[in-house]
């Protein structure tokens, strides 16, 4: 009898929770009608008529849409590998410091640009790599003819890439660090007395121990294949470097609000959300089944 | 600890040590660059004058944003949001995650409830979807599209419900034999226990509802509405089309006012670089308490 009382308390505790999810999560979805339709703005979602697969298949028709598949998945193949190496890297080296002080501070400052949004950075960069921008003085010094860095399609993705890694490797160095601070130090101690040098120790110590959380974290990312990073392309990105910037999910902004062809944006939208919903599925899956690895 | 003396070895360590000084100072230099650039004469930096001291020193641009009524406007709205979004996410979150925390057998549709909380994090209507919901729901120009457009966070409901499933039983039901009901329990003796996880998420609340811009570019149809970071977009970032050849590009420069820009950039990251180092404790024990679990 107390149970049941309590339970509808519960209910009351979900009840806002669940409103908010309603409307703002649950309820968009039923926009995905729109996939399967030609929408007219005028007739609403539910009346507009049924066109089937017509959007699907106009979608495999256009010129662009193996491009823009083919950039998302080399950009985000890119991040991540250089996600996964460049923080378990920088991660080893702080970590053969002994001084407290000194990783301290350095960690606390790698830290920071992952806190700072791609709108700022984005004002940061084009402000660098500027015609007369630092990164073209240095150029200058070395002979070299300046490069208009923003509007060069062959360079754009190596920007991408690289200023992604730039924010994020700090804070992805986080989950290292823990992972560096829980091995055990007798272990460190009985190797130095076995003679092992500084070196031995961190080939057979310190990377064995934090070989599975790497692997962990390379599983997981996994299910962001066609996440090349919207925010970061939406700032930097413009015409002159669509041949090889434009990702699925940029497409899908300009298909759609831009030129407002709503049934293809939706089809292409929808498309990358089963398969994200599929990949990341899997890589839990995995995760959960080798590393036993539960989010709840 | 282990003693180091080979020379091998101090070699390897001084490499290092300097390696990491470089990395470090590559972390902070843009974001001193922009200071500098933005306290800088203007003729000196369209020269490319300017690097790592301003030359030419001036408050000038910093004056004129005091006296831009749309970089202040921009602002306040950037802070009415996070506030509003801070609060209120962290109440539902509270609200939402105590029950989840409790067992099939203390509340038989928890595991149901879950499966749909991760499926709305997992799988979303998409873009377009999106924005018509929004526009029937009456979010076009409205400060609530900004605080709960962006979705119920599915991810920090997770965080707090495995944080409170880590607290001692005992406790809990102590106060229920004490005669404390679910609401007392969960305002009187959870949430005080909870302080480590609350401030993570609301240092994630905060950061997220500062720096977003996307949702508020595409809900806002004036742009006197936009928040801080959808302002900044739109005067510093957008390049211009026009600027594209070298030649316009060395013509126009002068013209576009980077120092100003600078200021901007600089004052709109300005609240986060204040609050920053009392964050860190915080956000650190988040994302290791989020991602690998003991």
Redesign the interface.
């Given at each position: 009898m107390r149970?049941r009382g309590?339970?509808k308390?519960?209910?009351l505790?979900?009840l806002?929770?669940?409103i908010?999810?309603f409307?703002?999560?649950?309820?968009?979805?039923?926009?995905?009608l729109?996939a399967f339709k030609e929408f007219n703005p005028g007739m609403g979602?539910w009346k507009s008529p049924w066109v089937g697969l017509e959007n699907f298949r106009y979608m495999f028709e256009l010129d662009d849409s193996i491009q823009v598949f083919k950039n998302t998945i080399f950009i985000a193949v890119l991040k991540m590998i250089g996600n996964l190496i460049v923080p378990l890297l920088?991660a080893l080296?702080?970590n053969?410091?002994?001084n407290r002080y000194?990783s301290r501070?350095?960690q606390?400052?790698?830290?920071?640009?992952h806190?700072?949004?791609?709108?700022?950075?984005?004002?940061?960069?084009?402000?660098?790599f500027?015609?007369?921008?630092?990164i073209?003085?240095v150029l200058s010094v070395f002979g070299m003819d300046p490069v208009?860095f923003?509007?060069n399609a062959k360079i754009f993705p190596s920007l991408i890439v690289g200023s992604d890694i730039?924010k994020e490797f700090?804070?992805a160095a986080?989950?290292f660090f823990?992972?560096l601070t829980s091995i055990n130090?007798e272990m460190?101690?009985a190797a130095?007395i076995d003679g092992a040098?500084?070196?031995k120790r961190l080939m057979r110590i310190t990377l064995p121990s934090i070989l599975p959380?790497a692997i962990?974290?390379g599983t997981l990312s996994l299910g962001n294949i066609l996440n090349a990073g919207?925010?970061q392309i939406?700032?930097l990105y413009?015409?002159?470097v669509y041949s090889t910037g434009d990702v699925i999910?940029t497409w899908?902004?300009r298909a759609?609000?831009i030129d407002m062809q709503?049934g293809l944006?939706?089809a292409v939208?929808?498309l990358?959300?089963?398969v994200?919903?599929v990949l990341?599925?899997t890589s839990y899956g995995l995760a959960y089944r080798f590393a036993n690895?539960?989010?709840? | 600890m282990v003693e180091e003396r080979s020379f091998l070895s101090r070699v390897f360590n001084g490499f290092n040590v300097i390696l990491l000084i470089l990395i470090t100072l590559l972390c902070v230099l843009p974001v001193w660059y922009t200071l500098v650039v933005s306290l800088s004469d203007k003729a000196a930096v369209s020269a490319g004058q300017v690097f790592i001291w301003p030359k030419g020193f001036t408050l000038a641009s910093y004056e004129a944003i005091i006296g831009d009524g749309q970089f202040l406007k921009s602002f306040l709205i950037s802070v009415e949001r996070v506030v509003l979004g801070a609060v209120i996410t962290l109440f539902v979150v509270l609200l939402m995650a105590y029950p989840l925390s409790k067992t099939t057998k203390e509340f038989a549709p928890r595991n149901i409830l879950m499966w749909l909380l991760i499926f709305s994090m997992l799988f979303s209507g998409g873009l377009v979807p999106w924005y018509m919901t929004m526009k029937s729901l009456g979010m076009i120009n409205n400060i609530w599209g900004l605080v709960l457009g962006g979705g119920l966070p599915v991810f920090n409901v997770i965080l707090v419900m495995n944080f409170f499933r880590n607290l001692p039983k005992e406790i809990e039901e102590s106060a229920l034999i004490d005669g404390a009901g679910p609401w007392r329990i969960l305002f009187n003796v959870v949430f005080p226990l909870s302080t480590p996880v609350l401030a993570t998420i609301l240092v994630f609340t905060i950061v997220y509802h500062w720096n977003e811009f996307f949702q508020a570019l595409v809900l806002m149809t004036k742009n006197e509405n936009y928040p801080l970071q959808s302002y900044i977009r739109q005067v510093a970032v957008v390049v211009d089309m026009s600027k594209l050849d070298v030649e316009t590009v060395k013509r126009s420069v002068g013209l576009s006012n980077q120092t100003l820009n600078a200021a901007k950039i600089f004052v709109s990251m300005l609240p986060l670089l204040i609050i920053y180092p009392f964050l860190q404790k915080y956000f650190v024990k988040g994302i290791t308490l989020g991602s690998v679990k003991g």
């Open positions: 149970i309590i339970t308390h519960y209910y505790m979900l806002p929770g669940l908010w999810l409307f703002f999560n649950l309820l968009p979805m039923h926009g995905i729109m979602i920088f080296m702080l053969e410091v002994k000194f501070t350095v606390t400052i790698v830290y920071l640009p806190f700072l949004s791609w709108v700022i950075v984005a004002g940061i960069m084009i402000d660098i500027s015609y007369t921008g630092p073209n003085q208009l923003f509007a730039w700090g804070f986080i989950i823990a992972a130090p460190y101690e130095a040098s500084q070196f959380v962990l974290l919207f925010d939406f700032n413009n015409p002159a999910d899908v902004y759609g609000l709503y944006a939706t939208g929808l990358k959300s089963v994200g919903l990341i599925s690895y539960r989010i709840f | -």
